[in-house]
């Protein structure tokens, strides 16, 4: 599997709002559906969200819904996660993989993540 390579995540105040992306080495990103995982500290990796390779689909976990929004652009071979209305409970490592909506168990490989803090 190609490296992913997460980024954009810091530090942000209860309400706040960050923009993770994704980037996806290789020819085929567009072929390939995409989703955001994430990590808690002491608890089991999470499915947080869900996009299909053409953008026509996307699906999310009932604690992120209307807060979080999924995106991607093929030209740039970036998948993006647009998180609004920050909670201290989104705190967590964040992660991309391929599929749709499949369980972090299913994954064997990831890449570095990146840290979301929401604290005041």
């Known amino acids: 599997q190609e490296q992913l390579v997460e980024s954009g995540g810091g530090l942000v105040q209860p309400g706040g709002s960050l923009r993770l992306s994704c980037v996806v080495p290789?020819?085929?990103?567009?072929?390939?559906?995409m989703s955001w995982y994430r990590q808690a500290p002491g608890k089991e990796r999470e499915l947080v969200a869900s996009i299909t390779g053409s953008s026509a689909t996307t699906k999310y976990v009932d604690s992120v819904k209307d807060r979080f929004t999924i995106t991607r652009d093929n030209s740039k071979n970036t998948l993006y996660l647009q998180m609004n209305s920050l909670k201290p409970e989104d705190t967590a490592v964040y992660y991309c993989?391929?599929?749709?909506?499949?369980?972090?168990?299913?994954?064997?490989?990831w890449g570095q993540g990146t840290q979301v803090t929401v604290s005041s």
């Open positions: 290789g020819n085929s990103f567009a072929s390939f559906a």
């Open positions: 993989n391929l599929g749709f909506f499949l369980p972090p168990t299913e994954f064997t490989s």
